[in-house]
Nanobody
Framework: QVQLVESGGGLVQPGGTLRLSCAAS????????MNWYRQVPGKERELVAR????????NYADSVKGRFTISRDNAKNTVYLQMNSLKPEDTAVYYC?????????WGKGTLVTVSS
């Protein structure tokens, strides 16, 4: 049974930091590209960051470049999103996504609220 479980969301002040985690199970984690998406009510889901199966290649949305860092630990079947210098516009539900040539899986999301 495939599972992606996000954690680490919460309320943080502008300029603060959070670290999201996504624990994966039920598939061969290291063979999947892992993505973090976010969604605000009424808007489309937005790709925030992507990391290759080996972790050697990463990509970021322009809106988070220089502030967010995606990483993965294939021994722990976990992908992370380190979020620094958070802004109110980063407020969203953040979703973990696993993607191969054939399959795609989603977690249920974790809410990040950036507010003073």
């Amino acid at each position: 049974q495939v599972q992606l479980v996000e954690s680490g969301g919460g309320l943080v002040q502008p300029g603060g930091t959070l670290r999201l985690s996504c624990a994966a199970s039920g598939f061969t984690f290291s063979t999947y590209v892992m993505n973090w998406y976010r969604q605000v009510p009424g808007k489309e889901r937005e790709l925030v960051a992507r990391i290759s199966g080996s972790g050697g290649s990463t990509n970021y949305a322009d809106s988070v470049k220089g502030r967010f860092t995606i990483s993965r630990d294939n021994a722990k079947n976990t992908v992370y999103l380190q979020m620094n210098s958070l802004k109110p516009e980063d407020t969203a539900v953040y979703y973990c996504n696993a993607l191969s040539n054939i399959f795609g899986y989603w977690g249920k999301g974790t809410l990040v609220t950036v507010s003073s």
